[in-house]
Every structure is written in structure tokens, then in C-alpha cells.
Nanobody, 122 residues
């Protein structure tokens, strides 16, 4: 059973930074594309970023240039470095894994973490 555990969320002022981590266990991490999604109160879960097996990345337009997704296969971990945060980034952030292929579509991911809250104050 594949398990994903996020960490690193919290409260930060606008303009600040946070780094989220997601540790994957129970599977062969290097076979999984990874994605980050977020869900704000009353809204749908939105794509944030994805990273492929060979570390190709895709970002949502709303975070491009501010967020960076990366992976460390030796640590079974995917990261989301978030800079220049603004209140519109406030949401629960989820990581997800998908066997082999990266995707921007949440329904194509097989496993999900429990989420970590990110709150950006103005």
C-alpha cells in the first residue's frame, strides 16, 4: 500500500516562503510521477505542479515563476518550494502519485496524501 505524508504547511505573511515535503512509502518512488494540488475553502481541487520520472516539470499559470517542484528519489520525497506567497495561495495542499506518467488532471492520480494547510496573511 502506497502512503503519502505531507508536511511543511503553516501560517506565513504575504511575500514569504514555505517549503512543502511529501514522503512516499510502500512503493518504488522512482516509478511515480508526482503532483501537487490545492483546494481552497468552497472551491475545487486545482492543479499546482507536476514532476515526471525524469524531473520534467509543469506548473499552473498562477504559480509559474514563484513555485518550484523537485524530487529526491534517494529520499522518496517530492518538494514544493513556494516563494512570493500571497493570500490567494491559501489552501490545503495535497501531493499525489501516479504510476509512470505526469499529469495535470487530479483524477489520473492513484494515491493521495492527507493534505497540509497553507495560510497566507495579508
Amino acid at each position: 500500500q502506497v502512503q503519502l505524508v505531507e508536511s511543511g504547511g503553516g501560517l506565513v505573511q504575504a511575500g514569504g516562503s514555505l517549503r512543502l515535503s511529501c514522503v512516499v512509502s510502500g512503493g518504488t518512488f522512482s516509478f511515480y510521477a508526482m503532483g501537487w494540488f490545492r483546494q481552497a475553502p468552497g472551491k475545487e481541487r486545482d492543479f499546482v505542479a507536476t514532476i515526471s520520472l525524469n524531473a520534467n516539470t509543469v506548473y499552473a499559470d498562477s504559480v509559474k515563476g514563484r513555485f518550484t517542484i523537485s524530487r529526491n528519489n534517494a529520499k522518496n520525497t517530492v518538494y514544493l518550494q513556494m516563494n512570493s506567497l500571497n493570500p490567494e495561495d491559501t489552501a490545503i495542499y495535497y501531493c499525489a502519485s501516479r504510476f509512470i506518467g505526469a499529469s495535470e488532471r487530479s483524477y489520473e492520480y492513484e494515491y493521495w496524501g492527507q493534505g497540509t494547510q497553507v495560510t497566507v496573511s495579508s
